[in-house]
Each structure stands twice: as C-alpha cells, then as structure tokens.
C-alpha cells in the first residue's frame, strides 16, 4: 500500500484547522481550501467539554482556550418589559464542575488557525467544483485556482458541505429539520450586560442579547419556529428580510432595537437550525468531519465538541491504518458512530424545551424556575445526559 501524503480539506472554521494540526502531526501534506476570503467571525459562545478537553490539551492549546472563557454566569428569562422572570446559572447546565469551557466561536478559530498557519497551505477564497477518482488519486478542480491531484479530500465544510454535495448528492436527503432558524451578530452592549444572557421568549420565538468579550461588545440572537423556508443563503440582505417579517408585530422587551441592529451588523450569520445524519461518511478517497458529516445543531452545544474528536480520530486512524485508507475510514466510523448518535439526541432534546410553544410552557417554566429543588432536580438530570453524552468515546492513543 503506497503511503498517502498529499491532503484536501475543505473547509478553514474548527474542524479543518484541527484535523490539519492532526495530519501534519502525522507527517501528512495538507492544504486547505476556505470559500471565505478570511477567517470568518461571528457565532456566540461555543461549548468544549468531555473527551474534547483532552484533544486540546494533547493539542498543546487547552490552557490558552481556557483563558479566552466567556465567563458566562447565566441566563436570565425577561418579559416584555424586561423584567426578571427566572434564571439559570451556568453551572447549573452542563458545567457544575467547571470543567467546561465555553468560548467565542471565533476566538476559538483564531488559536486552531495560528496554531496551523505555518504548517498547512491555506487557500482563502477558493471553492472545489468538482472532485473525480482518478488512478493517481483525487483530481480535484476550483472555481478559481488550477486543478490538482490529491490522495484524499476531506470534506470540513460545515452543515451545507460542498464536499457532500459534489460527492454525495443533495443535501436533503441527509438534513433533518428541527423547525426552526437562527440569527446571530455582533452588536454594542447598550444593555451593560454583565457576564450574561437576557432571552425574550413568546410562542414560538425567542430574542436574545449575550455579553461578550468581558463586556466589551454583545450578540444579539433570534430564534423563530417556521415551515421550511425557502431562501438564498449567499443573500444576507434577503435573509435579514426574513427575520424582520419573521418578528413583525413581535412587540416588547429589545426586540425593534436588536432589529435595528442587525441591519448593520458586519458579522450577521443566519441558518436554519439542523442536523446531518448519513448513513455513511466516506465514498471512495473522500471522507466527511465535523457539522458535514453529523451536524448535530447549535441547540445540542456539542457541535464543537463533535467536531474537534473527530478530527483527532480521523486522522488518528488514517496513520494508524499507513496508506489503507479504506481501512481508515472504516475505522473512523466505528469509533465515532455511537459518541455521534448520543450527541445528536441531545440537539433532538433541547430544540423541544429551548423553543416554548405556548404561553402556558413559558409561565409554566418560569414557575419552575423559582422552586429550587425542583430546578435542582431537573438540572442533574440535564447535566448527567449531557456529560454523559459528551464522554461517551474512549480516546485511543495513535
Ligand atoms: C459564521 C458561523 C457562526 C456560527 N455560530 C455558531 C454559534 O453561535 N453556536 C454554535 O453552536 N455553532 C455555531 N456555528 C457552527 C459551529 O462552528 C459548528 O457547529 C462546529 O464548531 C463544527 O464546526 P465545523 O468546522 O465542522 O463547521 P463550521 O463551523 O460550519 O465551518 C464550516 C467552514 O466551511 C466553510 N465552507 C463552506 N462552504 C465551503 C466551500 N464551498 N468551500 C470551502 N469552504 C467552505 C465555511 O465558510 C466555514 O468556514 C457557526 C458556524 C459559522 C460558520
């Protein structure tokens, strides 16, 4: 079995920085190609806990990861007026131990991408437009750049994949909608919020606003249940559009103002809320990581987590099997399908009790809320599923 060297990835956001350090750690050549012209920022704070600790602190960067914690203190439900109505502190969900760390999306991006950028060919702006098996390996083609000839391509493209697309087919038939959509982007903190989360919450939708950056700056969030909505996602202004109709006649707490302010908002970033689920993640010399091959939602809090294993087990297992790559893929497969699967149920979980159907759901939370053991009780409940879930892989040592 020849040895393979020479590595595609697309995709530049978590999983494909990782998988780079990975690789090149491994003495693989890697390049990888981003649609985007830079990094790209935005997001909230995203979750890294259970056995995706251990990945960055045998990637040398935990410490680092953990000084760039939000500091988060909790998330306080407001009426219309702003009133306080409940709250849930931050260690109450998922991180009583505070062995969690919850990071700015693109802070994270930025340690995995300096941690990469003298080892890995970056190509910023480039997309692939065709992938096709050849006998000496991969001939891939770019919307801008010559084509190449790879040994592997590996898809870290995120939930709309390119890569899954070209190799795979249409996105619908692995998607699986959890009935709504999500807007997030950068704003001031007028609110001075302090180390924490307001959400406005009305049948079927919820406004947010997030401090971040020590209070420096704020997210603002929307979030609204819907029928499959048809729109274009290179189109900001048109998907802008939509959560304004979406939160027309919305009225009460921030919500006219956090409108407003997503009109100018530079890093504005809409999707809809969903899972990826396939039956297999590789075809021939292509495989798929991270959200590309089982997104499981922001709701889950696990996508990261997901991601940043599973590129330390691909390419763990593309060295261990020394050039078989079917063999790799194979393996890949077996160790993350099952840590996959209960990753996934928790996103099923939470698009359930993050979105309140009625009114009668939000009082009845709120009211719940104020009796302490009952909080405490359904709280362990939560935290034991989701450190369960988020540890259900033993690591192995490559
Ligand atoms: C701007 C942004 C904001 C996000 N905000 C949140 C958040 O607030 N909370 C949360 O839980 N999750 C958020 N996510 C998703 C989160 O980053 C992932 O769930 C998780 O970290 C797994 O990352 P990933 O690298 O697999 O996919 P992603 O983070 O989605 O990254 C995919 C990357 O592939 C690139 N790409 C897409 N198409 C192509 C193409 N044709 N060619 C080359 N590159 C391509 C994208 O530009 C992106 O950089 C966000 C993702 C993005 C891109």
């Known amino acids: 079995m020849t040895k393979l060297k020479r590595v595609l990835i697309s995709g530049a956001s978590i999983t494909g920085p990782t998988l780079t350090y990975w690789l090149h750690r491994y003495g693989f050549d890697v390049t990888i190609v981003e649609k985007s012209s830079a990094l790209r920022r935005g997001g909230y704070g995203v979750d890294v806990r259970g056995a995706a600790i251990s990945v960055l602190e045998q990637m040398g960067i935990l410490d680092q990861v953990r000084a760039a914690d939000t500091q988060m203190t909790g998330v306080y439900f407001?009426?219309?007026?702003?009133?306080?109505k409940g709250r849930i502190s931050e260690a109450s969900?998922?991180?009583?131990?505070?062995?969690?760390?919850?990071?700015?999306?693109?802070?994270?991006?930025?340690i995995l991408y300096k941690l990469t950028k003298d080892t890995t060919r970056y190509i910023w702006g480039?997309?692939?437009?065709?992938?096709?098996?050849?006998?000496?390996?991969?001939?891939?083609?770019?919307?801008?750049?010559q084509p190449q000839v790879f040994d592997l391509v590996i898809g870290a493209d995120g939930l709309h994949s390119n890569v899954r697309s070209l190799v795979f087919g249409d996105e619908a038939q692995f998607k699986r909608s959890l009935g709504c959509y999500i807007s997030i982007f950068s704003t001031h903190n007028y609110l001075k919020l302090n180390h924490c989360q307001h959400l406005f919450t009305t049948p079927g939708k919820t406004v947010g606003m997030y401090s971040a950056r020590d209070n420096a700056e704020a997210k603002g969030l929307f979030i609204f249940q819907s029928r499959p909505l048809h729109y274009d996602r290179h189109n900001p202004d048109a998907q802008k559009q939509l959560i304004s109709d979406a939160f027309s006649g919305h009225h009460g707490w921030e919500t006219e103002r956090l409108l407003h302010a997503m009109q100018d908002a530079q890093d504005f970033y809409f999707d809809e809320i969903c899972q990826i689920h396939m039956p297999s993640w590789s075809k021939g010399r292509v495989t798929l990581v991270g959200d590309a091959a089982y997104g499981p939602s922001p709701l889950s809090g696990q996508g990261t987590s997901l991601?940043?294993?599973?590129?330390?087990?691909?390419?763990?297992?593309?060295?261990?099997?020394?050039?078989?790559?079917?063999?790799?893929?194979?393996?890949?497969?077996?160790?993350?399908?099952s840590f996959v699967e209960k990753n996934q149920k928790i996103g099923l979980v939470a698009a359930e009790s993050m979105i309140e159907s009625s009114n009668f759901k939000i009082l009845l939370r709120n009211g719940m809320l104020r009796i302490p053991f009952l909080m405490k009780y359904m709280f362990n409940m939560v935290t034991k599923m989701i450190t369960k879930a988020a540890n259900g892989i033993t690591l192995k040592g490559y």
């Open 126 to 145: 480039d997309s692939i437009t065709a992938i096709r098996e050849t006998e000496e390996g991969t001939l891939v083609q770019f919307a801008h750049g």
């Open 307 to 337: 991601a940043l294993v599973g590129a330390y087990v691909l390419a763990g297992e593309l060295h261990a099997a020394q050039g078989d790559y079917n063999q790799a893929f194979t393996k890949y497969e077996q160790e993350m399908r």
């Open 78 to 84: 407001v009426d219309s007026h702003g009133k306080m």
């Open 93 to 110: 969900i998922g991180n009583q131990h505070g062995a969690d760390i919850e990071v700015m999306r693109d802070d994270l991006t930025n």
